[in-house]
């Protein structure tokens, strides 16, 4: 049962009142990260691969980049008051370094993610090894910086991507109560469900994170497993993001199965056992040649 506790003193005498409060959808938190995401995070890709060169100057940060300096502001700020709406209290340590850690990540994405750009616009084929890409191979150095660059780029999103799924978990977990405070999902949320799933699986084909994602969604299945033997239920918030997990977790696998035999993207296809090719990998194939 969501309830908060005040306490109060009179003459050395402390009562302590428990205050029942009824769950409801944080339309404003859930509004606001969502566009964030969208206008901050996956309008970075979208414009980098619509606008003209000229938007993207190799000696200045390009509109991408200046909008993802906005996210780097904005995203632990959001992830801030998330957990102060939680229920479930961090010690400030861990939270400090937490967002640290999303401060840090976002900025070695931004780097290297702008560095990838330009080597692009410049015609090297990131997406093909050193030795294929003829631009590259007069260059001894350039497999090394490439390596070091990736590297760099991979750390960034595991300390992006970590810290804010702990925090999605962490609120998640504040999201139960009982069965006579239980509500339903209002119309708001329903109406920003399939633009936050969208942004989950842009995350994970664009991120390649299917694992973290995965691992996310079985923690939240077990945390509703375990509190439904105690009698408590999701509420709206909670319901949001159950059925915004799953339903991302559904197009990454209508994705997968759509290109699953295709020839060109399986001989790209990253060292592992998962297949998961990117957005902009299929844009490159099939859309970018034609505009």
């Known amino acids: 049962m969501n309830c908060c506790v005040s306490c109060s003193g009179l003459g050395g005498v402390t009562q302590v009142n428990e205050i029942h409060i009824k769950p409801h959808f944080h339309l404003d938190l859930w509004l606001v990260f969502t566009v ?57 340590l861990a939270v400090r370094s937490g967002i640290i850690c999303v401060v840090m990540g976002t900025s070695l994405h931004l780097l290297a993610d702008s560095i990838m750009r330009r080597l692009q616009l410049i015609g090297c084929d990131l997406h093909s090894t050193v030795k294929e890409d003829p631009k590259t191979k007069y260059i001894n150095q350039t497999s090394m910086v490439i390596t070091l660059l990736c590297y760099y780029y991979t750390i960034g999103q595991l300390m992006w991507y970590v810290p804010l799924l702990l925090v ?13 405070q239980q509500d339903t999902m209002p119309l708001t949320a329903w109406v920003l469900l399939l633009p936050n799933a969208m942004y989950y699986w842009y995350l994970i084909t664009e991120g390649q994170s299917l694992i973290l994602f995965i691992f996310t969604f079985f923690t939240m299945t077990a945390t509703v497993m375990h509190q439904r033997r105690r009698g408590m239920f999701l509420d709206s918030n909670g319901l949001f993001m159950m059925y915004s997990f799953s339903a991302a ?4 696998m209508v994705w997968v199965l ?34």
């Open 168 to 180: 999605l978990v962490l609120f998640f977990t504040g999201c139960f109560t009982s069965r006579e």
């Open 249 to 252: 977790l559904c197009l990454v």
């Open 36 to 92: 964030q995401n969208w206008l901050l995070d996956m309008s970075c890709t979208v414009l980098t691969l619509l606008l003209p060169a000229e938007w993207c100057p190799l000696k200045r940060p390009g509109v991408a980049d200046y909008l993802h300096f906005l996210y780097n502001v904005t995203s632990p700020l959001i992830l801030i008051k998330m957990l102060e709406r939680s229920l479930r209290r961090l010690p400030c």
């Open 258 to 291: 759509c290109l699953w035999n295709h020839s060109v993207l399986r001989k790209r296809k990253p060292p592992g056992l998962i297949f998961l090719p990117k957005p902009t990998e299929v844009y490159s194939l099939y859309l970018q040649p034609h505009i």
